[in-house]
């Protein structure tokens, strides 16, 4: 199994009110399953606390099934990295995990709703292709925290419905769009952070104990306390039987 370490605190390691916006990751998968569901995409994008998205990586993963030259053209978003079309899966999760590596390596968090499922996606995936992993820290999962603070809440905790059950204005008309998760999360992290960053983190701001209580969380949610340990990546059916 997999157990989430954490570097040490020092000096250089960022904290919350570093932060002047947040790595957003976003996934989707071939199945529900976490361990069939094979990436089709993916993004990894800042969001401020505005809303405004920059740095944008995209990849598009289509294994098996060769791109046409008409869909093999870069795109460009304005003056940010071109999307990536991939349709070898290994060359995509090596980009993946280390896009994640290179944020994790510098003490920065990423934020991904509900994020035991697509960091577990990439973590079987990386598997499946021979690719060591990043460990995934500090992880900051909005839909983690809203279950903890707001634990009596009725109704659905899908992404939209908890942005809105916070306040955050919610255009519905653009919900197809490439970004449109990835800016609700983001947008939904900042405002969770600032309401609840005391409690979330011990009011030290270190990001690394905002990921250890919501591991704790996890732990009080599940009797298997190595899903916790691995948070957020959950362990294989495997290591859950032993």
């Known amino acids: ?46 969001v401020g ?42 060359d995509a999760i090596v980009q993946i995990v280390e896009a994640l590596r290179e944020r994790f390596d510098a003490g920065l968090p990423v934020v991904a709703f509900h994020a035991a499922r697509p960091f577990t996606v990439i ?42 059950s916070h306040g955050i204005p919610v255009d519905r008309a653009n919900a ?8 609700v999360a983001g947008l939904l992290a900042w405002t969770l952070l600032d309401r609840f960053a005391g409690e979330i983190g011990h009011g030290t701001g270190s990001l690394l104990d905002i990921h250890r209580t919501t591991a704790e969380w996890e732990l009080g949610a599940r009797s298997d306390a190595r899903a916790a340990a691995s948070w957020p990546v959950l362990p294989t059916r495997e290591e859950a039987s032993r």
């Not at 292709?129 to 109704?155: E, L, M, Q, Y």
């Not at 197809?176 to 800016?183: A, D, I, K, M, R």
Request: hydrophobic share 35%; proline share 9%.
């Open 1 to 46: 199994m997999n157990v989430t370490t954490f570097p040490p605190r020092g000096r250089g390691v960022p904290t919350l009110s570093d932060l002047h916006s947040l790595t957003v990751l976003d996934v989707k998968s071939s199945a529900l399953d976490v361990e069939q569901g094979r990436i089709e995409s993916a993004v990894l994008a800042d």
């Open 49 to 90: 606390r505005d809303g405004r998205v920059h740095a944008v990586r995209r990849w598009r993963v289509e294994p098996g099934e060769p791109i046409g030259a008409a869909e093999s053209n870069v795109v460009r978003l304005g003056g940010e990295r071109p999307d990536e079309r991939l349709d070898d899966g290994g």
């Open 123 to 164: 973590d079987r995936e990386a598997r499946r292709h021979a690719v060591h992993p990043a460990t995934p820290a500090p992880v900051i999962d909005p839909f983690a925290i809203d279950k903890a603070v707001d634990p009596f809440r009725s109704g659905s905790r899908r992404l939209v419905e908890t942005a809105s």
């Open 176 to 183: 197809h769009g490439p970004l449109f998760g990835v800016v």
